[in-house]
């Protein structure tokens, strides 16, 4: 039996950037899904936003995902940034140093979450 999806996502494209909605709790068994989505919307998009502000959980195998995505995009001359992290996702980003390296600079600060 397949593992139950326990996130979703949507797609909001614009002339001037894509933006990538994550909703739920993305783990291990969602990082093959996620990397996908990502590629194929750096593939299509000159600027990438990744909101995730409904986003609840993430583990060391999406932060893996997210660092690949950020590597794959500066190949492709595509800017991916990272928005509305909060709570322990915004405190696992930091931590990481990866929300130093994927963040908005117009981003909420750590303070606020």
């Known amino acids: 039996m397949p593992p139950e999806q326990t996130w979703h996502w949507r797609v909001d494209a614009s002339t001037r950037r894509t933006v990538l909605a994550l909703f739920g709790e993305i783990d291990m068994s969602g990082a093959n899904r996620l990397d996908g989505l ?3 919307t750096i593939a299509q998009a000159g600027t990438v936003e990744v909101d995730l502000e409904r ?3 993430i583990d060391s195998i999406v932060l893996s995902t997210l660092v ?3 590597h794959h995009a500066a190949v ?4 991916l940034v990272l928005v509305n ?7 696992v980003l930091d931590m990481t140093g990866i929300m130093q390296l994927l963040g908005s600079p117009a981003g909420p600060s750590p303070a606020a979450t």
């Open 38 to 40: 990502l590629h194929d």
């Open 55 to 57: 986003v609840t959980f």
């Open 68 to 70: 690949n995505a950020h």
């Open 76 to 79: 492709m001359g595509v800017d």
């Open 85 to 91: 992290a909060a709570g322990q996702v915004r405190r």
